[in-house]
């Protein structure tokens, strides 16, 4: 994979086989949870059909007109309702004398599924779903992060403020050096197919202090950086397929890399991109502020109108031919959930 500087080498003639366009056409489902006390959702996995997952903090009121404390901080969907839980984390996880009360809420940062008895979410702790029961983790600092990417549960990364990268083998909670104080904003991974070696790449920005911006890879215990100019945009989020073409989402749009350049994406207006994710280079779905959804079908861009055409999405999954975005509406938390025709 070549980032900046090229060979010019020649070869035989091969055959290029392009990827059949994938329809742009999806059917959408919103939920509107919470009663209007700035509430929202941050992050979304789908693990099959009938089980997605999102996290945040949902705020009701019950008959009275009271806020319900603790508020609701997961949201799982079988894809036609919606169902609100609450998890707490103990602080005796980190700090013996706490008490006598040992449960405690935040707002739950990140999730990452596997299966749907294998699920990981940061909420102060680390909470791991293994089966029917929850196991609890302090994590290391691994609790507070914002983004979590895995192969396995034995190779799982948990990502967030001030430049931490905390890799977890299952048993062991390691507290990787990133090089940076920046907060790192996400993280995905793929598996090289030239190297057969598994990629981790990280976006890092502060989208208030003109501080570190690159992209972050780290590859067989070893961290280095991808070439992005240090002026251009923040990088807020990022995805790719396997390692090459590249997506990172910025302060002010989409940028592309297909041909060792970084191109920005004309979508005919501004964007402001919060999450992109694919499940292969013809089919992928960026989303972002003023009720942006937009999806790539090998071919080209286009924007979609979902049934809520101007909410401000944080976060999106994308898994066979189902789409959910999560985010937020005059204090209310949105979980939308569309299907590809």
Known sequence: MLWKGTTTVKSNPVQVQTLTPTSHSFTWQSFVLGGGDDSGLRDVTIIDDSN????????????TGAVQNP???????DGRTSKPLTILYNCRLFWPDCGPNTQFYTEATALFAFTASDVWICAGSVHHLKGAGWEEFAGN????????????QSD???????GTIVHSDGNT??????GTATPINDVWGVTNPASGKEEVYCAVSDIFQFKDRKILKLVDGKIDSIAWDAQRDVVLNLWTHQGFPFYVGGGSGLYENKTNTWQKVDFGTNVYPSSVRGTSLNNIIVVGSFGLVAHYNGVDWKILTTDVPDAA??????KGNMAAAVGSKNGRAILTIGRQQ
Not at 71 to 77: F, L, T
Not at 173 to 178: D, E, F, G, I, V
């Open 52 to 63: 997605i997952y999102a996290v945040g903090e949902v705020s009701v009121r019950d008959s």
């Open 71 to 77: 508020p609701y901080n997961v949201v799982s969907s």
């Open 141 to 152: 600092g691994a609790g507070s992060a914002t983004k979590i990417w895995g192969s396995s």
């Open 156 to 162: 799982m990364y948990f990502v967030g403020y001030n």
């Open 173 to 178: 909670w390691q507290r990787l050096q990133s």
């Open 313 to 318: 999405y944080s976060a999106v999954a994308v």
